[in-house]
């Protein structure tokens, strides 16, 4: 629980950081930004939580500690998000619910892992915040989210779409699971834009084949010369008042800045421009988020890679504190 505002005795519980001028940022259980760990979803805003799986990957194993690296990284965080003007954990309840049940080796029985841990969190009203972990895991967030929301939009910043069809025959991979979420119907193309993706291709239809099937893809290259605003404009034309996914691949940042990935891509973005990208989608309807594919193993001794995979992660709960905070102004007029 928070230490800088103790609700009354009353009130449902509040959780965020405890005071870092009584208790030093290096100090305790590493949790996400020192939220306290507990399963309380029907009083969190907020459910961080885990997903320490990387054997669907196609070149670098490592991400299945990409979770706890994240969490270390994240003690640096402080409530008072300054550029956007708001206490982010004063108008969110966090908490860190751990890490969820997964099965090395097995990418397809791991997705249904995922989404039964998730289904609880969801029913109870807390957005989650998984932490990968490859992005094989999105399919299973997807499967919970359209149980409680039906399809939804979703928002993709990766170096890559994510929609090849297998590797090596198995269908269940890290560059495979928006293809299986479109076959299951657990997204709705129409209100999704997949961006970032660059690099080098198997075929043309790499990109042409999702294009086919409704979804709206902004490359690399087109991306660099969008200005904040219009990339903005682009999302929330498509993603409408619906609810909405946001996807974080750190690969979408140039490996100067996260080269601990599975397949790094040169020419990404820079963090301060993904940030922005990110701030500018403030007041979607936003149902749950992820950051994936951290391979603290392939990082510097400084932990850059994790160091913005958890500061991009604040940036999405910030996010989500000005939605909040909107919805009170607005309920209050």
């Known amino acids: 629980m928070s230490e800088s505002s103790q609700p009354a005795a009353s009130a449902a519980p509040h959780y965020g950081p405890p005071n870092a001028a009584l208790r030093p940022r290096y100090s305790g259980i590493r949790t996400f930004a020192r939220c306290p760990h507990n399963e309380d979803w029907e009083n969190a805003d907020v459910a961080v939580l885990g997903a320490p799986f990387d054997t669907?990957?196609?070149?670098?194993?490592?991400?299945?500690?990409?979770?706890?690296?994240?969490?270390?990284?994240?003690?640096?965080?402080?409530?008072?998000?300054?550029?956007?003007?708001?206490?982010?954990?004063?108008?969110?309840?966090?908490?860190?619910?751990?890490?969820?049940?997964?099965?090395?080796?097995?990418?397809?029985?791991?997705?249904?892992?995922?989404?039964?841990?998730?289904?609880?969190?969801?029913?109870?009203?807390?957005?989650?915040l998984l932490l990968g972990g490859d992005h094989s895991l999105l399919l299973g967030e997807l499967r919970a989210q359209a149980r409680a929301h039906g399809p939804v939009g979703l928002v993709l910043l990766d170096a890559h779409a994510d929609t090849w069809d297998a590797y090596y025959g198995e269908r269940y991979f890290h560059g495979t699971p928006i293809r299986r979420a479109h076959e299951e119907g657990l997204i709705d193309p129409r209100r999704s834009l997949l961006a970032g993706m660059r690099g080098p291709l198997y075929a043309e239809s790499d990109l042409g084949e999702p294009r086919g099937w409704g979804f709206e893809i902004i490359t690399g290259q087109e991306l660099r010369g969008l200005s904040t605003e219009e990339y903005s404009a682009r999302v929330r034309s498509r993603a409408g008042d619906g609810p909405v996914f946001l996807s974080f691949d750190i690969d979408v940042l140039d490996p100067a800045f996260a080269p601990a990935t599975g397949t790094p891509e040169i020419m990404g973005l820079e963090p301060r421009r993904a940030v922005d990208l990110i701030r500018s989608l403030a007041g979607l309807r936003w149902t749950g988020f992820d950051l994936v594919e951290v391979s603290p193993g392939y990082d510097g001794p400084g932990q850059v890679t994790a160091l913005h995979a958890a500061s991009i992660a604040y940036e999405m709960l910030a996010v989500l504190a000005l939605g909040k905070r909107a919805d009170g102004a607005a309920q209050g007029a």
Request: charged share 20%; no cysteine.
């Open 56 to 128: 669907a990957t196609s070149y670098r194993t490592g991400a299945r500690f990409g979770p706890a690296a994240i969490r270390d990284q994240s003690q640096l965080i402080r409530p008072w998000h300054a550029e956007l003007g708001i206490d982010v954990f004063a108008q969110l309840s966090v908490i860190d619910g751990g890490d969820l049940d997964v099965t090395p080796g097995n990418a397809e029985r791991t997705a249904g892992q995922i989404a039964a841990g998730l289904e609880p969190v969801i029913a109870a009203g807390a957005v989650p």
